[in-house]
């Protein structure tokens, strides 16, 4: 692994619920290179309060303790909340599952992401308007002139993803979350999202946190991956060596997934542990 | 025995110039018994299908029957018994301040259903569902607990035909795995027949015996699930839609073991 971009160490976060404390992530650590690290986990393993944790950005209510989160030369648990503004959307990008949320609805998509250039650079309008179609262009959108006026609403799933993600890298970050971002889209739309993630990595050499609750998925598309379970990192595996997964929620994970080629009658379901 | 046919079914939206051809001169039967597999990407009218058969939104067609009942215009009370459906998102098909029991009581006060109590206890037991969430609301349950829920309401008029719309997408795998054995399960005791919506190649391979791939509104073609996976299909869309769904899909080795 190359140079770390971030370093988790240690990482808990709780909750003080109604019915007691309850931990949603007990004790992840990770370092993350220019690489592709997936985080994979079921819903309620904590995998999206790790990538929150990272970018201090959980809610209020929890309770985040780390022995550290380093990005760089910055203590991101102790920094003020002035050096997290120029850290949220400049050094690290997240980019989250359905882009109809994570747009406003009301200004035209390339003024949207000209006003995140502005806000992390000191760009004239011109400029930001310049750079904004520049980067629809390299995420490849046809026609960059025209998408650049048009509304979230006029766009389809995968097009929305792509102004998306040309949103966060126009303030060139070092990492980028993407937190299920290709879980809502169709599988043709996927594999064109996923290239271009790839690429864009490959090329800028970015750190990717790909959170995502596809196994196969990411199994195909990172290097590096971790398994999640009840907010603990069960396994860590290179994504090559997955099919050679000693942990028995990973490998119930893999097992009860329908396959194209094989035939079963029933699927294998998951028996959970307390221990785990 | 086909209990569903139909024959040319269109279902536009809009009028003049914005209406759009969701569904486009669509053709196919499904036999009593079997689970067929409608699918397609986001868009294609594979739901607007299931909606069309139920009425939720109008089509033309030339044949729409159901149980060999013409169903294009008038549906009777005895449709909605014979024929239920499931959703996606089961936080979103559940009423949110219902109990569990309430959701199963309701439709079958509205559909006068007799001995609902024992009927509910009954639905309860098929999909597995423990009396002590009886009086649970939607958001205290687990989102397979709800699919659970929805899938009961579903068996309360003890239909015969159940319309499923990307029944698992919203639930994580090993729970997935669950609520398609109970389907597998549900089908062999009550000889049920499915009509499947998803877009997971995966499934309905699992799932179907037949499935027709959609794009665009129309069927591209309908053909047995064994050639849709042993490179049997003929249109190019097909192909593409298995390539794409192999390349981020299963291991490799898997793959090439099963082509050999």
Same mark, same amino acid.
């Given at each position: 692994m190359s140079e770390t971009l971030l370093s988790v160490k240690d990482l808990r976060i709780s909750f003080n619920g109604a019915a007691g404390p309850f931990d949603a992530v007990r004790g992840?650590?990770?370092? *993350?290179?220019?690489?592709?690290?997936?985080?994979?986990?079921?819903?309620?393993s904590g995998k999206s309060m790790t990538g929150r944790a990272i970018m201090r950005l959980t809610p209020p209510s929890a309770l985040v303790k780390a022995e550290h989160i380093q990005l760089g030369d910055v203590d991101i648990l102790h920094a003020s909340?002035?050096?997290?503004?120029?850290?949220?959307?400049?050094?690290?990008?997240?980019?989250?599952?359905?882009?109809?949320?994570?747009l406003n609805p009301v200004v035209t998509v390339g003024e949207q992401i000209a006003e995140a250039y502005r806000i992390h650079t000191r760009a004239t309008s011109s400029q930001a308007r310049e750079k904004a179609a520049a980067m629809l262009g390299a995420v490849q959108i046809r026609d960059p002139e025209r998408v650049y006026r048009m509304y979230p609403h006029e766009m389809s799933g995968g097009m929305g993803q792509r102004i998306m993600i040309a949103m966060m890298l126009?303030?060139?970050?070092?990492? *980028?979350?993407?937190?299920?971002?290709?879980?809502?889209?169709?599988?043709?739309?996927?594999?064109?999202?996923?290239?271009?993630?790839?690429?864009?990595?490959?090329?800028?050499?970015?750190?990717?946190?790909?959170i995502s609750h596809d196994l196969n998925l990411v199994r195909r598309f990172c290097d590096r991956v971790l398994i999640m379970y009840r907010g603990r990192v069960v396994e860590t595996l290179n994504a090559s060596e997955l099919g050679q997964a000693t942990h028995p929620y990973t490998k119930g994970l893999l097992e009860a997934m329908p396959r194209i080629h094989t035939s079963r009658k029933r699927l294998p379901v998951l028996k959970r542990d307390e221990a785990w | 025995m086909p209990v569903i046919k139909i024959d040319n079914l269109s279902v536009t939206?809009?009028? $003049?110039?914005?209406?759009?051809?969701?569904?486009?001169?669509?053709?196919?039967?499904?036999?009593r018994g079997e689970t067929f597999g409608l699918v397609g990407e986001s868009g294609s009218g594979k739901s607007t299908i299931l909606r069309a058969i139920t009425g939720l939104v109008h089509g033309d067609a030339d044949t729409l029957q159901v149980a060999s009942e013409d169903v294009r215009t008038k549906r009777g009370r005895e449709f909605y018994r014979k024929v239920q459906m499931v959703f996606q998102d089961p936080y979103e098909a559940l009423h949110p301040r219902h109990t569990v029991w309430r959701q199963l009581m309701e439709p079958a006060r509205i559909q006068g259903i007799p001995s609902a109590e024992a009927r509910g206890?009954?639905?309860?037991?098929?999909?597995?569902? =423990?009396?002590?969430?009886?009086?649970?609301?939607?958001h205290q349950l687990s989102g397979g607990q709800r699919q659970r829920v929805a899938i009961a309401r579903a068996l309360m008029s003890g239909p015969d035909i159940l319309l499923l719309d990307e029944p698992t997408s919203a639930l994580d795998v090993s729970v997935q795995a669950e609520i398609?054995?109970?389907?597998?399960?549900?089908?062999?005791?009550?000889?049920?027949?499915y009509l499947m919506v998803s877009h997971d190649l995966g499934v309905v391979a699992h799932m179907c015996k037949r499935t027709a791939v959609m794009q665009a509104?129309?069927?591209?073609?309908?053909?047995?699930?064994?050639?849709?996976?042993?490179? $049997?299909?003929?249109?190019?869309?097909?192909?593409?839609?298995?390539?794409? =769904?192999?390349?981020? $899909?299963?291991?490799?080795?898997?793959?090439?073991?099963?082509?050999?």
């Open positions: 992840v650590s990770f370092d *993350l290179g220019r690489e592709k690290l997936g985080i994979v986990g079921e819903s309620g909340e002035k050096t997290m503004y120029g850290i949220r959307g400049r050094r690290i990008g997240l980019i989250m599952q359905d882009p109809k949320y994570s126009v303030s060139e970050p070092e990492i *980028l979350i993407a937190d299920e971002a290709t879980s809502a889209l169709d599988v043709t739309v996927r594999l064109e999202i996923l290239n271009l993630l790839n690429e864009l990595v490959e090329k800028r050499g970015l750190g990717l946190i790909f | 939206f809009g009028e $003049g110039v914005d209406a759009r051809r969701a569904v486009d001169g669509v053709s196919f039967s499904v036999n206890n009954q639905a309860l037991d098929s999909v597995g569902l =423990s009396r002590a969430l009886l009086w649970r609301y939607p398609l054995n109970l389907f597998s399960d549900l089908q062999e005791e009550h000889g049920l027949t509104g129309k069927i591209v073609e309908t053909l047995d699930v064994d050639a849709l996976i042993n490179g $049997g299909a003929v249109q190019e869309y097909t192909k593409k839609l298995i390539a794409a =769904s192999e390349a981020y $899909g299963e291991d490799p080795a898997e793959i090439a073991a099963a082509h050999r």
